[in-house]
């Protein structure tokens, strides 16, 4: 089973930006496509963005498109969210995951299988 640590989150104004890392142990971390979710106290976990197993394919909520931009460097077992234009509305514990098929940019969590322990992203307004 993959470990998935998570760093980057803190606290950033509104227009400011934010660069999540995701780390992966295991030797079949270029064997499947990463995603990253969100989730707010009492509600859903939400797809963010998911990028494919080589990073040449990427996919965005229409909520953080445009703003935000998933990418991974498979040297080092890395899967990383630069998100720029902070609004209020980003404020969430994000978390990274790596999918349950070897295809593709995943959106929903059901064909996620490994989950980070998520980092907290605030951001005031």
């Known amino acids: 089973q993959v470990q998935l640590v998570e760093s980057g989150g803190g606290l950033v104004q509104a227009g400011g930006s934010l660069r999540l890392s995701c780390a992966a142990s295991?030797?079949?971390?270029?064997?499947?496509?990463m995603g990253w979710f969100r989730q707010a106290p009492g509600k859903e976990r939400e797809y963010v963005a998911a990028i494919n197993r080589s990073g040449g394919s990427t996919a965005y909520a229409d909520s953080v498109k445009g703003r935000f931009s998933i990418s991974r460097d498979n040297a080092k077992n890395t899967v990383y969210l630069q998100m720029n234009s902070l609004k209020a509305e980003d404020s969430d514990v994000y978390y990274c995951?790596?999918?349950?098929?070897?295809?593709?940019?995943?959106?929903?969590?059901?064909?996620?299988?490994?989950w980070g322990q998520g980092t907290q992203v605030t951001v005031s307004s």
């Open positions: 295991g030797r079949t971390f270029t064997s499947y496509p």
């Open positions: 995951a790596r999918s349950r098929v070897v295809l593709g940019t995943p959106t929903t969590a059901l064909l996620y299988d490994s």
